[in-house]
């Protein structure tokens, strides 16, 4: 059983930056892709980027491409979020989500099979 552990939010002026861990527990053998997802208050989830465990190939959200990157660690069983240049509007609870075979779009949450409890992002004007 895949179970996905995140930390590393908190508060950040604008600008700033934070960094996200997403610790795979349970092995990451099954793992095929892992993506982050963010959800702010009264509004739908939505897609931030994913990365491929086997190739490290990654996909970026057009408002996140040049400040986010994501990138992996096999040795530590995790993902990595590097946000720059935060912005108010980032502010969200991140998500991490894993799935364990392609079932096509990576920028669709029902495609995953595991999600994290989340982790809080506050970035103040």
């Known amino acids: 059983q895949v179970q996905l552990v995140e930390s590393g939010g908190g508060l950040v002026q604008t600008g700033g930056s934070l960094r996200l861990a997403c610790v795979v527990f349970g092995g990451t053998s099954n793992i095929y892709e892992l993506a982050w997802f963010r959800q702010a208050p009264a509004k739908e989830r939505e897609f931030v980027t994913a990365i491929r465990w086997s190739s490290a190939a990654t996909w970026y959200a057009d408002f996140v491409k040049g400040r986010f990157t994501v990138s992996s660690s096999d040795a530590n069983n995790e993902v990595l979020l590097q946000m720059n240049s935060l912005k108010p509007e980032d502010t969200a609870t991140y998500y991490c989500?894993?799935?364990?075979?392609?079932?096509?779009?990576?920028?669709?949450?029902?495609?995953?099979?595991?999600w994290g409890r989340g982790a809080q992002v506050t970035v103040s004007s």
């Open positions: 989500a894993a799935k364990t075979s392609y079932r096509g779009d990576v920028e669709l949450d029902r495609n995953y099979d595991y």
